[in-house]
């Protein structure tokens, strides 16, 4: 057990009964926030790689910027 650890739990050990429910309840929390870390960074090593795979698929002729002017009068069309 590392030092944090074993100071951790010496506090725990002085604590009163009575505030056991409190510290289960900040332990509990803690853990739910590395979990969710740890998806989330999951999911975004997911999402990264989607999108490195996807930019091979496109044609070697592919223009970002006539893309976004389709794109663009396309969805506006109708306001002018």
Not at 3 to 13: D, G, Q
Not at 47 to 56: D, F, R, T
Request: charged share 40%.
């Amino acid at each position: 057990m590392t030092l944090m650890k074993e100071k951790a739990v010496e506090m725990i050990r002085r604590m009163p009964e009575d505030n056991m429910t409190y510290v289960i309840n900040i332990l509990q929390n803690l853990e739910a926030m590395s979990i969710d870390r740890n998806e989330d960074k999951e999911r975004a090593q997911n999402a990264l790689a989607e999108i490195l795979s996807m930019e091979k698929r496109l044609p070697d002729d592919f223009d970002p910027k006539k893309e976004l002017e389709e794109a663009r009068a396309e969805k506006y069309e109708n306001l002018g």
